[in-house]
């Protein structure tokens, strides 16, 4: 058989979501012929989907790595960087292989596995522990790192730490931050555990690391290149997020996108420079600068910009079942690599839709930012337009509905959202089921389908909701079937029919990135 096919029926088993035996699809994934001819190929379109350790040199890399391709017999296969590390091995220092977008796995299944994934990234460990960890996906922690093991190769403790040695090199290469303030900024607990990982993970000394550095930075602020998956439109998630954006929190212009973070330890921004990458099956790399208030919240901040930018999404898998469709096809093969957007806060994502219900873009972002400034909070910001922070769910819960700009109804179902948010009937960050968390959110008065459909989408990054009562979305499907004579089958795009929901809103979305004085973008049908 030749090298494509097996890389093809490789890629047809590891992007299978519907399958519900995560474990079998696991092991057909890392079946060592299989992962070896991906490697003999150097297909870029694996890294970070699986690792490559070669026992020769103790060195782990990733499938693509330029380096010459060791024998079978040589090289054993890991579903993480997490499992190389606890097996022994080291990162390469050629390839980077903890640099690459995380796999598109913990999106796509969002099993217990890929929720965990998520909050590790966003340093939940570090901040609350296993038993945090445990708690937030609903199992004891020693049923959860069996689970782990099982699937990533590697427990709760070792992943957590995976994440704080790559933030770490990033950093001490990137920044002229000194060496204590890139351990805690990190996650690490003390400096001596910090270069006892470093030297252990990368070979290298802090010091020694320090030497590859490529650019500096001011403290406080820290420059990095987040990967992401080619193509990537990034100009559309640019004219999308422009399109969206709340006045205090967001502000845009050509080429870039800044808005305020509230993280665990205080306030920060970010500053992203999004373009379009046209390459496929690569890594391009998003320029993003964050200004933060505590440098231990570095890791969260780039864990909830990469949720913003669906940066672990696979657009050849998404783009090949789509492209096809009589009706959709045109669409997708004009963007390539079109993303959802996704969230930097859930509870945010959820608020801003319940203010949107029923109004104009224009309409939801003047109330919203009516809102900010009546109850976000004020942070000095070097970025001009950046003045608040958005509402947190509790000071929004305490909140006299009739207070709010928007009808009474609407104030009331915005309240008592804020109100299951605070009190944690409803958390929507990544670690609970999404069917748990719609079944919530419905239970809720004034939240219908077409709310917790959106919610999922962007909040739990739910890569398969279509919105089926979206007066847009209707009237786009009546002009596209009117046009190509097919009608048009949401069903044929399962299971990314998120995506094909941006194709059709994509198509009424501005072409500059600042937000038009007039939009006339509808909202669906009242709910209740």
């Known amino acids: 058989m030749s090298d494509s096919r097996w890389i093809a029926g490789l890629a047809s088993v590891r992007l299978d979501p519907v399958s519900t035996a995560r474990t079998a699809r696991r092991m057909t994934l890392l079946d060592p012929e299989s992962c070896y001819r991906a490697v003999k190929s150097r297909d870029r379109r694996f890294d970070g989907v699986f690792y490559t350790a070669v026992r020769s040199t103790g060195i782990y890399c990733r499938p693509s790595c330029p380096a010459r391709t060791p024998a079978l017999t040589g090289v054993t296969f890991h579903p993480t960087a997490a499992a190389a590390q606890a097996a022994g091995y080291r990162a390469c220092k050629r390839c980077l292989p903890d640099a690459t977008p995380g796999s598109p796995d ?107 550095r490529t650019r500096s930075t001011a403290r406080g602020t820290v420059s990095l290149r987040l ?35 509230d993280l665990p330890h205080g306030p920060g921004t970010v500053r992203l420079e999004l373009a379009d990458a046209a390459s496929v099956g690569e890594t391009a790399f998003v320029p993003a600068e964050f200004s933060l208030h505590d440098l231990r919240d570095t890791a969260a901040a780039v864990e909830r910009v990469r949720r913003l930018l669906d940066a672990d999404c696979d657009p050849v898998a998404v783009d090949d079942h789509l492209a096809d469709d009589a009706v959709l096809g045109h669409l997708v093969r004009a963007t390539p ?113 077409w709310t917790a459909d959106y919610v999922a989408m962007r909040a739990l990054g739910h890569p398969d909701v279509f919105l089926p009562t979206d007066l847009a979305v209707r009237g786009v499907l009546r002009g596209l079937a009117g046009d190509t004579g097919e009608p048009a089958d949401p069903e044929r795009w399962s299971p990314w029919r998120s995506y094909a929901l941006m194709h059709l809103w994509n198509t009424l979305m501005p072409d500059t990135p600042a937000p038009p004085p007039s939009s006339t973008s509808r909202r669906p049908q009242k709910e209740s």
């Open 106 to 212: 913990w999106d796509v299944a969002a099993d217990v596995a890929g929720r965990a994934m998520r909050l590790i990234s966003d340093g939940l460990v570090d901040r609350e522990g296993v038993e945090g960890l445990a708690r937030r996906v609903g199992y004891t922690p020693r049923h959860l790192g069996r689970l782990l093991v099982q699937e990533l190769g590697a427990g709760p403790l070792a992943l957590a730490r995976a994440r704080r040695a790559q933030t770490a090199r990033v950093l001490v290469e990137t920044t002229d931050m000194p060496l204590s303030d890139v351990a805690f900024a990190a996650g690490f607990s003390s400096i001596r555990q910090f270069n006892e990982t470093v030297r252990e993970v990368y070979a290298l000394s802090p010091t020694d690391l320090r030497g590859r």
């Open 227 to 261: 990967a992401v998956r080619t193509p990537f439109a990034g100009r559309r998630m640019l004219d999308f997020l422009a399109h969206h954006l709340v006045p205090g929190v967001e502000v845009a212009g050509p080429g870039w996108y800044a808005r305020t973070l």
């Open 337 to 449: 690599g079109l993303r959802v957007p996704g969230q930097v806060d859930g509870d945010e994502t959820a608020v801003r839709t319940v203010v949107g219900q029923q109004v104009s873009v224009t309409g939801a972002r003047t109330v919203t930012g009516r809102i900010v400034v009546a109850h976000g909070r004020r942070v000095e910001t070097d970025v001009p337009g950046l003045t608040h922070l958005f509402p947190d769910a509790v000071t929004l819960a305490r909140v006299d509905p009739e207070s709010l700009p928007m009808p009474c109804a609407r104030g009331r179902a915005l309240v008592g959202l804020a109100g299951a948010l605070a009190a944690g009937t409803v958390a929507l960050d990544r670690g609970p089921d999404r069917d748990d968390v719609r079944r919530a959110l419905l239970d809720l008065p004034g939240i219908g389908p």
